[in-house]
T-cell receptor, first 114, second 112 residues
């Protein structure tokens, strides 16, 4: 069975500082990895994905994520946090081609402090 | 572009009642899924579909039915509502497993 762990329920960071939201996964086969963001009382929005190729992937709103196969991690990063980045972030995984079920982590609440 | 449209946005049911949550997408996506979101639990997959006429169970299917008669529509039926089904329900669609999901705005369901 595939699974995703987001070890931090909440991350606090000062505006302008770099931010990292952690994600580790467990799948059989090659993972397809995704990050989503959810603003209050809204649906989830797709940020970025890793399917294959370069381990560093760039996405919307200046976010990027690094795929590390040996550590089974896919941490979300941004060089300089904005107050408007405050939201709930979800990591998700499915186990490659032909895998239909996308499994989500429990989410990490990011608070950017002015 | 409408994207993924869910109706209703809010619903209150009494225990034992049945209802259907509607979901429609206009992007010609083959893959559609229903998730429920509960505090501290993340999103859990209820049912999913990989094309018209093809559905399968996810992680928490009990008490829910789905059908997919067209590419566009993927309704979720609650057969006999229970308080444990109080949740926020999201419908999502994507082109294939290589792509991110587009989510609807959600249905907040309360069962009393």
């Amino acid at each position: 069975a595939q699974s995703v762990a987001q070890p931090e329920d909440q991350v606090n960071v000062a505006e302008g500082n770099p931010l990292t939201v952690k994600c580790t996964y467990s799948v059989s086969g090659n993972p397809y990895l995704f990050w989503y963001v959810q603003y209050p009382n809204r649906g989830l929005q797709f940020l970025l994905k890793y399917i294959t190729g370069d381990n560093l992937v760039k996405g919307s709103y200046g976010f990027e994520a690094e795929f590390n196969k040996s550590q089974t991690s896919f941490h979300l990063k941004k060089p300089s946090a904005l107050v408007s980045d405050s939201a709930l972030y979800f990591c998700a995984v499915n186990s490659g081609a032909g895998s239909y079920q996308l499994t989500f982590g429990k989410g990490t609440k990011l608070s950017v402090i002015p | 572009n409408a994207g993924v449209t869910q109706t209703p946005k809010f619903q209150v049911l009494k225990t034992g009642q049945s209802m259907t949550l509607q979901c429609a997408q206009d992007m010609n996506h083959e893959y559609m899924s229903w998730y429920r979101q509960d505090p501290g639990m993340g999103l859990r997959l209820i049912h999913y579909s990989v094309g018209a006429g093809i559905t399968d169970q996810g992680e928490v299917p009990n008490g829910y039915n789905v059908s997919r008669s067209t590419t566009e529509d993927f309704p979720l039926r609650l057969l006999s509502a229970a308080p444990s089904q109080t949740s926020v329900y999201f419908c999502a669609s994507r082109l294939s497993e290589n792509y991110g999901y587009t989510f609807g705005s959600g249905t907040r369901l309360t069962v009393v």
